[in-house]
């Protein structure tokens, strides 16, 4: 059976459309779900699954994620990385990719959640040998996040494009990842993964989309923070019930 890979999770956004919600200080991983931080509920869903490793890269809020989990999570095995100053998603990703040394990571936001198989995400990455996986879900109407095409049987990316409506795929904001082949390019410190990384080197970069994920919901903006408050612990605890 094939081992799930260590986890990194983007804990660091600054949460700027959900200040009317959680104030100034807290961090958006710590936002209420159901009752519980959005954290607790991802940090459940990794160890169901039997992530081995899971590293959070911490910035805006840090002391209060650092307290969340020492006091609340006993027996979750959580390491961090810090940010000294905002670096976007792509300068979060290779700072804690230099920090902590594994050749191969699973990469998540932390303000979204899904219902991906880590176990079946790893494997593909494993077997494609591609360079970076990314998760995909299906959408009715992609105009909000733009969508992206693969060919079918290869499953490798052929273009993104920009948000348009319609049904059609788009990125569910989770990785599989070769630290080396991201680590190999020339990067500014600070910069967008999705924006700056990954729509810049389609023709270059042998990446592969793994379109399994039928459950997606994000926490970035208010309607959907209070979606989630019914989603998320729907999901988990179904989840929950099927292990």
């Known amino acids: 059976m094939s081992e799930v890979l260590p986890c990194l999770i983007l804990a ?7 200040r009317s919600v ?6 958006k991983a710590l936002a209420s779900i159901g009752g519980r931080p959005f954290l607790s509920w991802m940090l459940h869903g990794l ?4 992530v081995p490793e899971i590293v959070l890269a911490i910035g805006h809020g840090q002391r209060h994620i650092r307290d969340f989990v020492a006091t609340s999570c006993g027996g979750i095995e959580v390491s961090f990385v810090e940010e000294h100053e905002p670096l976007g998603t792509g300068g979060a990703i290779v700072h804690a990719l230099r920090s902590h040394g594994a050749p191969d990571m699973i990469v998540m936001n932390g303000d979204t959640i899904s219902n991906l198989d880590l176990r079946g995400l790893s494997a593909f990455h494993r077997s494609s040998k591609a360079d970076l996986v990314i998760a995909a879900t299906t959408v ?9 095409t693969f060919d079918a049987q290869t499953r490798r990316l052929c273009a993104f494009h920009e948000k348009r409506e319609g ?3 788009i990125n569910a904001g989770t990785y599989a990842l070769k630290a080396a082949s991201v680590l190999e390019c020339e990067l500014p410190n600070r910069f967008s993964f999705e924006q700056d990384f990954l729509a810049k080197r389609v023709a270059s970069m042998d990446m592969r989309v793994f379109p399994d994920v039928t459950e997606f919901i994000d926490i970035g903006i208010p309607q959907d923070y209070a979606r989630a408050q019914t989603v998320i612990p729907q999901m988990l605890e179904a989840n929950d019930r099927e292990a």
């Open 47 to 50: 160890v169901q699954q039997g």
């Open 12 to 18: 660091g956004g600054l949460g700027t459309r959900l």
């Open 140 to 148: 009715a109407d992609g105009s909000r996040y733009g969508t992206l």
């Open 22 to 27: 959680l104030g100034d200080e807290m961090p």
């Open 167 to 169: 049904h059609g795929f």
